[in-house]
């Protein structure tokens, strides 16, 4: 059975940082796409960023702030998050594919984690 485990959110004030973990069991995903997407209360989720093979995509809202990375030996993928603001306030979920063609797409992805919450203080 796939499980998506992540960790490390928390409370920060502006401009502070974080960096959640996901890690994943039950199969290995060096191969396969994952994301993380994140959904704020009253909102639809949204896509965050994504790595397939040694492509990265992160969203416009979080680019430049925001960084996807990997570590295929202990099938842990990372999302370190700095100078954060209260609008990245949120629920963030990890994603897996079952492929290798990363998507931006909730649909792209087969496996999700259970989120773990950030929230920005102003």
């Known amino acids: 059975q796939v499980q998506l485990v992540e960790s490390g959110g928390g409370l920060v004030q502006t401009g502070g940082s974080l960096r959640l973990s996901c890690t994943a069991s039950?199969?290995?995903?060096?191969?396969?796409?994952m994301g993380w997407f994140r959904q704020a209360p009253g909102k639809a989720r949204e896509f965050v960023a994504r790595f397939s093979g040694r492509s990265t995509v992160t969203a416009y809202s979080v680019e430049g702030r925001f960084t996807i990375s990997n570590d295929y030996a202990t099938n842990t993928v990372y999302l370190e998050m700095k100078s954060l603001k209260p609008e990245d306030t949120a629920t963030y979920y990890c994603a897996a594919s079952s492929g290798s063609t990363g998507s931006t797409s909730e649909s792209g992805y087969d496996y999700w984690g259970q989120g773990t919450q950030v929230t920005v203080s102003s």
């Open positions: 039950g199969r290995t995903f060096s191969r396969s796409a």
